[in-house]
């Protein structure tokens, strides 16, 4: 069974740093992309930020380009996302998700707030 286990939630400052972790664990194979979408309260879903296992490319929405950074430890099949000069608007509730083949999964969220 595929489980996602996300970490590193909290609240922060305008300005501060926080760094999200997810532990993917449960499967086998090494070609994968792991990632980390947001949802504030009254909005969408929306895709942050992923990387790719097999070539380490990364994909960051607009929004965040600069400012957070994904990486991953492929022996603990471990994905972070280290997130700078937070604003008020990337309270959120982040969730890990991983993708192999054509199928994804979703990990708990973890509450991310900035404050002004």
């Known amino acids: 069974e595929v489980q996602l286990q996300a970490s590193g939630g909290g609240l922060v400052q305008a300005g501060g740093s926080l760094r999200l972790s997810c532990a993917a664990s449960g499967f086998t194979f090494d070609d994968y992309a792991i990632g980390w979408f947001r949802q504030a309260p009254g909005k969408e879903r929306e895709g942050v930020s992923c990387?790719?296992?097999?070539?380490?490319?990364?994909y960051y929405a607009d929004s965040v380009k600069g400012r957070f950074t994904i990486s991953s430890d492929s022996a603990k099949n471990t994905v972070y996302l280290q997130m700078s000069s937070l604003k008020p608007e990337d309270t959120a509730v982040y969730y890990c998700r991983l993708v192999l083949r054509t199928t994804g999964y979703w990990g708990q969220g973890t509450q991310v707030t900035v404050s002004s």
């Open positions: 990387i790719s296992s097999s070539d380490g490319n990364t």
